[in-house]
């Protein structure tokens, strides 16, 4: 079955860590985005990607960092800078076209501090 | 920046009512796409409106995008349990790949049965 795989499902992070979060698809989309979905806040996009080796910030990127060195991976990397990492982390991924196609969401990650 | 809104956030209904939803932009949009996302779950897909004034059905549920496309609506007939969760919209204000899409806070639906 195609899809996207979010892993690992509940991360604990300690004070002045990074953490990794790991996102894969094989539906073979271009595009990859990360969302952070806070209590009441819906959706806030972090970083997104529209091809191989480049990405772009989103709304609320600081305290965060990404990479994509390969079309179905798209790590999320929280790092110390980050204040207040404790949220659900959603991943997502489209077809990358001239009109607007429609997100597929992975299982998220929930992130909290220890 | 754009702003996408959806008020009231919760909204409870007995089983067999109807419901209604909007979302309000506060720029015109490109194409609106609403999303469902059951309570643990992760948001789905439902549908994407792009024309002014597109109506579009699902069954029990019926999407429509304003004349000035700037607002959209969700009504569901007859709410099932089967409905509960919070339902998105989320609007991209240009039509092209390099155009975000900016979620609302959702509304998050309960049905007493």
């Known amino acids: 079955d195609g899809g996207i795989t979010q892993s690992p499902k509940y991360l604990f992070r300690k004070e002045g860590q990074n953490v990794t979060l790991s996102c894969e698809q094989n539906?073979?989309?271009?595009?990859m985005y990360w969302y952070r979905q806070d209590p009441g806040q819906g959706l806030r996009l972090i970083y997104y990607?529209?091809?191989?080796?480049?990405?772009q910030k989103g709304d609320i990127a600081e305290g965060y960092s990404v990479s994509r060195e390969k079309k179905e991976s798209f790590p999320l990397t929280v790092t110390s800078a980050q204040k207040n990492p404790t949220a659900f982390y959603l991943c997502a991924s489209s077809i990358f076209r001239v009109s607007n196609q429609p997100q597929h969401f992975g299982d998220g990650t929930r992130l909290s501090i220890l | 920046g754009q702003q996408v809104m959806q008020i009231p956030q919760y909204q409870h209904v007995q089983e067999g009512e109807d419901f209604t939803t909007y979302c309000n932009s506060s720029?015109?949009?490109?194409?609106i796409q609403w999303y469902k996302q059951r309570p643990g779950g992760h948001p789905v897909f439902l549908i994407q409106?792009?024309?002014?004034?597109e109506v579009k059905k699902q069954k029990r549920l019926t999407f429509q995008f304003g004349e000035a496309k700037k607002n959209s609506s969700l009504h569901i007939t007859a709410t099932q349990t089967t409905d509960v969760g919070t339902y998105f919209c989320a609007g991209q204000r240009y039509r092209g790949a390099n155009s975000k899409l900016t979620f609302g806070k959702g509304i998050t639906l309960s049905v007493r049965p």
């Open positions: 990607s529209q091809i191989v080796n480049d990405f």
């Open positions: 720029t015109t949009l490109s194409n």
């Open positions: 409106l792009v024309k002014s004034g």
């Open positions: 539906l073979n989309h271009d595009a």
